[in-house]
């Protein structure tokens, strides 16, 4: 289990990682509007108006860009949550497990001449 925890955090790490370039993509994407729109103000209309076509165009196409990055963002953030709700299930998993071996521990010092099916018994008389 501690081997799919480290796997799954591993995992979400790399997840964490994608999330970062698609927002640097996204940062490039809107410097590329930016430019675009200035260019676009500072074009002179009649003799222009072939490039100022091409840049609105480009422009559309960079929002449409733009829109599928929010939607790779979105997708990646659940699979880290999906993740992170499995590392978090397996992390109870294993402090069960501890808890039990510690009790089942706890149990033979204490009561050592006791059979373990009794001892179910004898922890009801300790809550009485």
């Known amino acids: ?5 480290a796997y799954l955090e591993r995992n979400r790490q790399l997840a964490f990682a994608e999330v970062c370039r698609v927002y640097a993509r996204r940062i490039k994407i809107d410097e590329n509007i930016h430019n675009l729109k200035e260019a676009i103000k500072k074009a002179e209309l ?3 108006i072939g490039r ?35 590392r978090l299930t397996l992390r109870r998993k294993i402090d069960r497990l501890d808890m ?4 089942n521990r706890l149990a033979d010092i ?4 006791v059979p373990f099916e009794l001892l179910d018994d004898v922890k009801e008389d300790v809550k009485k």
């Open 1 to 5: 289990m501690k081997k799919q925890i």
């Open 46 to 48: 009649p003799r222009d």
């Open 52 to 86: 100022v076509a091409e840049m609105k165009k480009r422009i559309r196409h960079f929002w449409k860009e733009q829109e599928e990055c929010y939607g790779m963002v979105d997708d990646i953030s659940h699979r880290m949550y999906l993740m992170l709700m499995q």
């Open 100 to 103: 039990q071996m510690e009790c």
């Open 110 to 113: 204490l009561y050592p001449q």
